[in-house]
C-alpha cells in the first residue's frame, strides 16, 4: 500500500494484491477475500468472546456430554485442558441462540469465500494460502459445532424437547468433529505454521493433538453416549448434573410454600466451620422464587446466579445496613458487579440489578426472582452462589477447585448450589 498513490478503489486494489501470487485467478482470489471478510463481520464481538472463545481452540476440545463444569481455556495461551462452561465467552452480551446463529452465519459467508478460492495451488505461496484458507474453515465450524453442542446439552439435561433426538444430534456432531479432527490433522500436516499461536508462543493444536481428540471423541460415543441411552432406557434423567445429585453438588429443594415456612441452611467458612449468624432458604411463590437471607447487620452478601446452566450472570452484592426503622430502598443496596467485563453498560446493569426485588420481611433480607426476567421455564432449576464478604468470608456451598480468570477472579463452579423445584426432570420426551 506504501507504493500506491490513491487508495479509493478497493476492489482494484485487492485484484493488484492477488495478482502477485494468482496472477490468473486475480479476480477470483479478490472475490473471495471480500466474502471472508464479510464473514468475519459475525463473529461474536465482545471481550469474554476474545478472551475464552472458542475460535482458536474448539478443534483441540473434547465435547463432554456428562459435565464437568470446567472453565474454558484461555484463548492467548496455550492450556492442557479444555473446560464445558460454554457461556464463560458471552456472559450477558450474547444468548447462546444468537451465538449459534453468529457462527453459523460466520461459516456460511466463509464457505461461500471458500468455493470461489482456486484450488488449483501450483506454487508453496499458492498452497499455503489455501490451506490457511481451508484450515480457518475447519475452525469456523469447530467453533459453531461446540457452542451448539453445549447449547443442546442443556437442553437435554433440563428435558426440554425429546431426549432421543435431542441426544442424536449431539451425537452427529460428535461424529462430525471426529472427521474434522482428520482432515484438519491432514492439512496440519501440509502446512506446518496451521496451529501455531503467536502471542501465546506455542502450537494450540497439531496433527498428533488433532488424532488424540478424535480418539477421545470416539470413546466418548461408545461410554458417555451409550450411558445416557441407559439413563432414558430406565426412565431417568438422562444427566444428572442438572438435578444438583451428581456427586459433590449441593441442592436446595424448594416447595410452594411461604418463605417463613422453608427451611434453612447456614453458612460455612472455608474450613467447615459453620457461620451461625448467615444462613439463606428459599421458597416458590407462583411466578416467583423468594430467596430469604438471615445476616448481621451492616453484613456484604455476593450472589452470582447461574439461571441458564454454564452461563454466568454479573454478580449482585447486597449491602444491609441502617435500623428497624430505615426504609427498605435505603437498608438494603444492590450493585451490579465488574458490570462492563459481563457486557452490561451503566443503564443495563441498573437494569440487571432491578431484577432483583428487595425487600425486608420478618427481619431478614428477601430477594424475589420473577422467573420471566432471567429466562427461566416453569419448574426449571438453577445455580447460584452466595458468600458472605469480609476478612473471613462464609459461603453457602464452599468453594473447591479454584481458579483465578480475568473477568471472574478467585472463581469456584463447586461453589454453585443447586435450586431445585420439587418437580422431577422428564426423562425422554420432555412433557
Not at 478460492?117 to 481451508?134: G, K
Amino acid at each position: 500500500m506504501a507504493f500506491l498513490d490513491s487508495f479509493d478503489d478497493k476492489t482494484a486494489f485487492l485484484r493488484q494484491l492477488a495478482a502477485i501470487h494468482w496472477p490468473e485467478d486475480a479476480e477470483r482470489v479478490a472475490d473471495a477475500w471480500a466474502l471472508f471478510s464479510e464473514s468475519y463481520q459475525h463473529v461474536p464481538s465482545c471481550v469474554a468472546f476474545e478472551w475464552y472463545g472458542p475460535l482458536n481452540d474448539a478443534p483441540a476440545w473434547k465435547l463432554f456430554l456428562q459435565p464437568v463444569d470446567l472453565p474454558l481455556a484461555k484463548a492467548w495461551k496455550a492450556e492442557d485442558h479444555n473446560g464445558d462452561r460454554f457461556g464463560e465467552c458471552l456472559l450477558h452480551t450474547f444468548t447462546p441462540d444468537e451465538a449459534c446463529q453468529l457462527l453459523d452465519k460466520l461459516c456460511q459467508t466463509w464457505r461461500q469465500g471458500l468455493a470461489l478460492f482456486p484450488n488449483n495451488a501450483a506454487t508453496p505461496a499458492q498452497r499455503a494460502q489455501q490451506n490457511t484458507a481451508r484450515a480457518l474453515d475447519l475452525m469456523f465450524e469447530s467453533a459453531r459445532d461446540a457452542l451448539v453442542f453445549y447449547t443442546l446439552r442443556n437442553e437435554l439435561g433440563l428435558g426440554r424437547g425429546d431426549a432421543y433426538v435431542l441426544l442424536s444430534r449431539l451425537e452427529a456432531i460428535v461424529r462430525r468433529e471426529i472427521e474434522l479432527s482428520g482432515e484438519l490433522a491432514e492439512i496440519c500436516a501440509q502446512e506446518p505454521s496451521i496451529g501455531y499461536h503467536a502471542e501465546a508462543l506455542a502450537y494450540k493444536f497439531f496433527p498428533e493433538k488433532l488424532r488424540w481428540r478424535a480418539d477421545q471423541l470416539t470413546i466418548a460415543l461408545t461410554t458417555d453416549f451409550a450411558a445416557v441411552r441407559q439413563h432414558l432406557a430406565a426412565g431417568l434423567a438422562p444427566l444428572e448434573f442438572f438435578t444438583g445429585q451428581a456427586p459433590d453438588s449441593h441442592r436446595y429443594v424448594i416447595r410452594t410454600c411461604r418463605i417463613e415456612q422453608a427451611d434453612w441452611e447456614p453458612f460455612s467458612y472455608e474450613n467447615g466451620e459453620i457461620d451461625e449468624q448467615t444462613a439463606v432458604r428459599f421458597a416458590c411463590d407462583g411466578q416467583d422464587t423468594i430467596v430469604q437471607l438471615r445476616a448481621p447487620r451492616q453484613a456484604r452478601i455476593r450472589l452470582q446466579g447461574e439461571y441458564t446452566f454454564f452461563v454466568p450472570s454479573a454478580p449482585i452484592t447486597f449491602e444491609i445496613g441502617g435500623d428497624e426503622s430505615t426504609a427498605d430502598s435505603e437498608r438494603f443496596v444492590s450493585t451490579c458487579e465488574s458490570a462492563l467485563w459481563y457486557g452490561l453498560d451503566g443503564s443495563a446493569a441498573e437494569r440487571e440489578a432491578g431484577k432483583y426485588r428487595l425487600s425486608h420481611a420478618g427481619g431478614h433480607l428477601t430477594i424475589r426472582l420473577a422467573k420471566a426476567d432471567f429466562g427461566l421455564r416453569a419448574s426449571e432449576p438453577f445455580r447460584v452462589m452466595l458468600r458472605r464478604e469480609g476478612d473471613r468470608p462464609s459461603y453457602w456451598v464452599r468453594p473447591d477447585r479454584v481458579f483465578s480468570r480475568l473477568i471472574f477472579g478467585r472463581f469456584s463452579p463447586a461453589a454453585y448450589g443447586f435450586v431445585i423445584n420439587n418437580v422431577p426432570i422428564s426423562s425422554a420426551d420432555g412433557s
